[in-house]
């Protein structure tokens, strides 16, 4: 069982930063890949990054074209917590913010959620 307790949101103009951290029970290196997606009133949550675990204790990113240049995800591995950085926000950043972490099983995939933090950009 993995527990994710997100932090980090708020209320920010636009232009402004925030970094979002997600605090991972056990191991961060147990799992394959820790990702960040949004929900926003009356929106399907989306994909807006992922850390992939690479060999070594390195690792790999992808993000969703809209927040490309922005954001930035990375991950401590000593700490157990991922983060995103967040610059240049807009309004339509505006959502709430959920830590997601997928492992594969014989028979597809583990996933655990966090509960998520509010991420209001005023104009």
């Known amino acids: 069982q993995v527990q994710l307790v997100e932090s980090g949101g708020g209320l920010v103009q636009t232009g402004g930063s925030l970094r979002l951290s997600c605090a991972v029970s056990g191991s961060i290196l147990r799992i394959s890949v820790i990702s960040w997606y949004r929900q926003a009133p009356g929106k399907q949550r989306e994909l807006v990054a992922a850390?992939?675990?690479?060999?070594?204790?390195?690792?790999?990113?992808t993000y969703a074209d809209s927040v490309k240049g922005r954001y930035t995800i990375s991950r401590d591995n000593a700490k157990n917590e991922v983060y995103l950085q967040m610059n240049s926000l807009k309004p339509d950043d505006t959502a709430v913010y959920y830590c997601?972490?997928?492992?594969?099983?014989?028979?597809?995939?583990?996933?655990?959620w966090g509960q998520g933090t509010q991420v209001t950009v005023s104009s």
């Open positions: 997601n972490a997928r492992n594969p099983v014989i028979d597809g995939f583990e996933e655990y």
């Open positions: 850390i992939f675990r690479g060999g070594g204790g390195s690792s790999s990113s």
